[in-house]
């Protein structure tokens, strides 16, 4: 028995797939996964007449335009000078799609089109040093390792993969293990999302292959980047919920086929940490099931992750966050006995609350996990590198299930004007000075400085909400920049934004809504409208009621995909305060914002709007007061209140129709 035959033996002991098994698995797909089966198939009748559209939940740089070949691929093809393109046309994830129909048709088309690529590729670009650089980039050569060998095993035991297909199969999984292996940026990779999915690749392959010089290598590599890139509170540190999924996903398919292999290339501790991963992805999802759109991410729903976790981690929460059934992926994955042992699997209702990621920057506040939840996300941490925005006091907010406030996406990696505006301070929910950037962009991965985020403090407290937060990005103006945001209800949120230091300068508000919101002013008031609730928006500084102005503003939820939605800007000079409130109506309620004095008791006097901020908000019968102190309480400046409710605090707040005797203090 030759080394080839040797190989193949164990790829399909450990790898293949049973045909009885192959059919219970279809079975399952058909009874519960139509809508991902349904795009898996067209996947699969694309890529076998060599035509590509990249829109499966997980493509990296989804496209928008059908690009087809007549005859033979152009494995370097640019579409639109998009080098994405060539990255994603050569991570080759559709032929796990080619492989997917195979099994649940039985048709050898795919199997054909599988091997006419596959070979193709091989003559074309396995000598690395006459290939296209790009098709060899060591992220794309992680990524097409994992998915030719989860491809290969759907089609094992095809009479169509014959010896010559073996051979060249594993001569070329060689030359991907010995490049991975020879990284010459292993410092980038020791930090980088893409260091963990390049020796990801290089993991699966030291089995599949298996030499232990390219496991030791990679299991080494796997074991920094859990402690060096993953923050205590289990995000990845580039401040991007996509590539945190991604990176995510690749240490699940490393504990995946180790369990197959019956290798253990983790601790106890650091398998923690993945489950702590899969925890933070659980908290960073919308009431629609989507990761949050921070930074370079897309509006993608992680059900399928949070399944495929919680078959990993055997974890009730983890199922309760994604689908009822093991997701279409996770069957072809886990196979017979991971459905088995999810559907084994008692879901734990998941309690809503406060949720604080001290190290990201971030907090989360929900009513619940059900889909018609109220939500709110604040976030003040670290730029992330290449793919983090400038969103530092970034808010975002949903009303009973529906997107209020939202993220701008990212569209491109281009060096053109879309991704640095995608990018940038003044299109996200961020309070900015003098309209400038705080951290400019040198090109479209490198900021030219990166300021620090500080004073991040959350509270919850007798139903009101904190979030707060400052920044030093605009200290050579004298300003160090903080936002406030009370939410008195989940649905009446005061949005204070403040200089402290010098407030000769201007400072301005942005909020782009969500593109089903309509913004119009009415009887002197600006009002947004949704498909399923209506509000009210007002905005003051120091002086009284501010301009707002209705505006549009880009949003891309997908790469190569952009649109607009309305958009609020506002702005003050020589003043420390500027503030936004929003109160969503209800029904047969009249909704009045006020900015009101601020009483001090002690000295019986009322203190100076460039000190203080007082609002009262009420709704129907019940009426609310906040009140934001600049500076720290005393010298006199202590006991102050509101329509004779008193406290001592920075950050208070009172519900007056519940006739209470002092103010909440959220911050003292």
């Given at each position: ?15 293949g ?14 009874k ?24 499966l ?70 000598d ?19 998915y030719?060998v ?9 009479p ?24 010459p ?82 601790t ?10 899969a ?9 629609n ?7 370079d ?11 495929q ?5 055997v ?17 072809w ?44 996300y ?6 992330g ?5 400038q ?21 491109t ?59 030093c ?8 920049l ?27 508000q ?23 609730c ?33 958009a ?6 020589a ?5 936004t ?8 309620e ?8 601020v ?10 709007d ?7 908000i009420?709704?129907?019968?019940k ?33 007056l ?12």
């Amino acid at each position: 028995m030759n080394n080839t035959e040797l190989l193949w033996d164990e790829f399909q002991k450990h790898l293949g797939y049973d045909k009885d098994e192959a059919l219970k698995i279809a079975d399952f797909c058909l009874k519960n996964c139509g809508e991902m089966m349904k795009l898996v198939m067209e996947t699969a009748d694309e890529t076998a007449e060599n035509t590509f559209l990249f829109r499966l939940p997980w493509d990296m740089e989804a496209t928008s335009e059908v690009v087809h070949f007549d005859r033979k691929i152009k494995w370097n093809y640019v579409l639109n000078e998009d080098e994405e393109f060539i990255f994603q046309l050569n991570r080759h994830r559709y032929w796990i799609s080619l492989g997917q129909a195979y099994r649940l048709t039985g048709n050898e088309k795919y199997v054909k089109a599988f091997i006419g690529q596959l070979l193709d590729w091989i003559d074309e670009n396995i000598d690395i040093e006459k290939a296209d650089k790009a098709i060899w980039r060591t992220l794309e050569t992680g990524l097409r390792a994992d998915y030719w060998v989860r491809a290969m095993a759907l089609f094992a035991d095809s009479p169509l993969i014959t010896e010559d297909v073996k051979k060249r199969f594993f001569e070329a999984l060689l030359v991907h293990a010995g490049h991975l292996a020879a990284n010459p940026k292993k410092g980038f990779s020791m930090k980088s999302n893409w260091g963990v999915m390049e020796y990801t690749g290089l993991y699966i392959l030291s089995l599949v292959l298996d030499n232990e010089e390219y496991k030791k290598t990679a299991i080494y590599f796997l074991k920094m980047g859990l402690h060096t890139q993953i923050h205590d509170d289990g995000f990845q540190w580039e401040s991007s919920p996509m590539y945190h999924n991604e990176v995510l996903a690749a240490y699940l398919e490393v504990l995946r086929v180790a369990e197959i292999y019956g290798d253990k290339p983790f601790t106890e501790d650091e398998r923690e940490i993945v489950k702590r991963m899969a925890y933070a992805t659980l908290v960073r999802t919308y009431p629609n099931h989507h990761q949050l759109m921070t930074g370079d991410s897309d509006d993608t729903d992680v059900r399928d992750l949070l399944s495929q976790s919680a078959v990993i981690f055997v974890d009730s929460r983890l199922k309760s966050g994604g689908y009822k059934e093991l997701d279409f992926e996770g069957a072809w994955l886990f196979g017979t006995k991971g459905i088995e042992t999810y559907e084994k699997l008692e879901t734990t209702e998941l309690i809503g609350g406060l949720q604080i990621s001290d190290e990201s920057g971030e907090a989360v506040w929900r009513s619940s996990y059900n889909e018609d939840a109220d939500f709110i996300y604040f976030r003040n941490g670290c730029l992330g590198g290449g793919h983090g925005h400038q969103d530092k006091l970034h808010i975002e907010l949903w009303f009973e299930g529906e997107q209020i406030l939202r993220d701008s996406g990212r569209y491109t990696y281009k060096h053109v004007e879309e991704r640095y505006e995608l990018k940038g301070s003044k299109i996200h929910n961020v309070p900015i000075i003098n309209n400038l950037e705080y951290a400019p962009n040198a090109d479209s991965w490198i900021y030219e400085k990166l300021p620090l985020s500080v004073g991040n403090y959350f509270n919850q407290k007798d139903g009101f909400l904190l979030f707060e937060g400052a920044h030093c990005g605009y200290m050579e103006a004298g300003v160090l920049l903080r936002r406030r945001v009370v939410a008195l209800k989940p649905d009446i949120i005061v949005i204070c934004d403040e200089i402290i230091g010098n407030k000769k300068n201007e400072l301005s508000q942005h909020f782009a809504f969500a593109e089903d919101i309509d913004l119009k002013k009415e009887a002197g008031e600006l009002r947004g409208k949704g498909v399923k609730c209506e509000f009210v928006v007002k905005s003051f500084d120091e002086r009284g009621e501010v301009a707002q102005d209705i505006v549009t503003a880009k949003v891309s939820r997908h790469y190569n995909h952009i649109g607009e939605s309305k958009a609020l800007r506002l702005s003050t000079k020589a003043s420390h305060f500027l503030t936004t409130i929003i109160v969503k109506n209800q029904a047969g309620e009249k909704t009045v914002i006020n900015k009101e004095k601020v009483y001090n008791l002690t000295n019986e006097t009322v203190l100076k709007d460039n000190e203080v901020q007082g609002y009262l908000i009420s709704r129907g019968e019940k009426e609310y007061s906040v009140m934001l102190y600049k500076d720290d309480v005393g010298n006199g400046r202590d006991l102050n209140g509101i329509k004779g409710v008193y406290g001592i605090g920075q950050t208070m707040a009172a519900s007056l129709h519940k006739k209470p005797e002092y103010m909440t203090v959220l911050r003292w």
